[in-house]
């Protein structure tokens, strides 16, 4: 069976101050591990797709990685505008879709 | 472009009543996707359409839980009859898929359904 496991659930940070998500994973011939931001009362929103270990991507103040058995979602010098809940999903070769429970992350400024 | 709509909103029902969740997808996605999300949870798979078929149901609750995408677009999923424990957020995505590749899911805002 396909798992996701996501860690921590909640993570409070100062402005300014970086961290990372994790995102552990079992599946059955991994197609591609997908990160999304959710905010209160929206749907989830589109950050990043990773395929191969190894793989890096980068958007603003977030850089995802990914290896084998997990992947990160590092942010860098936090602002408030990137509290949200970080979700991570995993879609197998047989076209079924995961979804961890998510990181909720606080930015005090 | 426009994104996934999803209709309504917002739906409060007392239990045993049905109740149903429209969905557009963007324009030109084969792939349509319906998630339950309960609070502190994230998303999990009802139903997966590819263009008509619906090719994974494994986790729709049949004895209730019904959907249909009519001529590839649109889509319906209704709940007859609702239970307390339905209450939650309906999430539709839609995705363009290619054989042997794996698009990204834009998802709607969500139907948040109250069951009293």
């Known amino acids: 069976e396909d798992q996701v496991t996501q860690s921590p659930e909640a993570l409070r940070l100062q402005e300014g101050e970086s961290s990372s998500l994790n995102c552990s994973y079992t599946v059955s011939g991994l197609r591609g591990l997908f990160w999304y931001r959710q905010d209160p009362g929206k749907g989830p929103e589109f950050l990043f797709t990773l395929y191969s270990a190894g793989e890096e991507k980068e958007k603003e103040r977030l850089k995802a990685t990914l290896t084998k058995k997990e992947s990160f979602l590092h942010i860098t010098a936090p602002k408030p505008e990137d509290s949200a809940t970080y979700l991570c999903?995993?879609?197998?070769?047989?076209?079924?879709?995961?979804f961890g429970d998510g990181t909720t992350l606080t930015v005090k400024p | 472009e426009a994104g996934v709509v999803q209709s309504p909103r917002y739906k409060i029902i007392e239990k045993k009543q049905p109740v149903a969740f429209w969905c557009n997808p963007i324009s030109g996605h084969n792939t349509l996707y319906w998630y339950r999300q309960n609070l502190g949870q994230g998303p999990e798979l009802l139903i997966r359409y590819e263009n008509e078929e619906a090719v994974d149901d494994s986790q729709l609750p049949k004895d209730r839980f019904s959907a249909e995408r009519l001529k590839g677009v649109d889509s319906t999923l209704k709940i007859q009859p609702a239970e307390l424990g339905d209450s939650a957020v309906y999430l539709c995505a839609s995705s363009l898929d290619r054989p042997g590749t794996t698009d990204t899911q834009y998802f709607g805002p969500g139907t948040r359904l109250t069951v009293l």
């Open positions: 999903a995993v879609n197998t070769n047989a076209g079924k879709s995961t």
